[in-house]
């Protein structure tokens, strides 16, 4: 997601906000680029299950320290 926040936004903002003078709005259309790219390769991998393998190992590794992971909620500073 890095690496499409830095290949997708700054050029593509360059490009229609300088050269093709669009100004702000195409430093908008740019992000908005970048977000719809983003959730693409996101729904690719949850399609193709690739998030599974990594789910399975960090569950494993969790499981051999023998650690209970304990979430509390946080105290009231009302």
Known sequence: MVVIAWVVTPPLAI?????????????????????????????????RRGWRQSAVRARERLEATNTVLVIEPAPNSA
């Open 15 to 47: 490009l229609l906000a300088v050269d093709l003078g669009f100004g702000a709005v195409g430093g908008w259309l740019a992000l908005l680029a970048e977000w719809a790219t983003g959730a693409a390769v996101l729904w690719n991998r949850v399609a």
